[in-house]
């Protein structure tokens, strides 16, 4: 199994910046898609950004030119640079990984993301 522990989550100012990060371990096939999803509350688990093994990349709309996704194929970790946020932006972020070879899919625990003055 994939086992993913996100970090980096916290407080922080409207327009401010955070960087989050995601760690995956277990059985991981190289071949796959992750990504970041958040939930506010009383909302649905929605996409932020997703990238491939090759670094192709999707962004939701609200988070398009502000935010940044990445990976780092040897650490088997993925990124998220979050810039210039919004109170919209308040939610519990949570890591994912779907394996194109199995279809797997792996989630992580998540780590809240606060924006507020």
């Known amino acids: 199994q994939v086992q993913l522990v996100e970090s980096g989550g916290g407080l922080v100012q409207p327009g401010g910046s955070l960087r989050l990060s995601c760690a995956a371990s277990?059985?991981?096939?190289?071949?796959?898609?992750m990504g970041w999803y958040r939930q506010a509350p009383g909302k649905q688990r929605e996409l932020v950004a997703t990238i491939t093994d090759g670094g192709s990349t999707t962004y939701a709309a609200s988070v398009r030119g502000r935010f940044t996704i990445s990976r780092d194929n040897a650490q088997k970790t993925v990124y998220l640079r979050m810039n210039s946020l919004k109170p919209e932006d308040t939610a519990v972020y949570y890591c994912?990984?779907?394996?194109?070879?199995?279809?797997?899919?792996?989630w992580g625990q998540g780590t809240q993301v606060t924006v507020s003055s």
């Open positions: 277990g059985t991981i096939f190289n071949i796959n898609v």
């Open positions: 994912n990984l779907v394996s194109l070879i199995t279809g797997a899919r792996s």
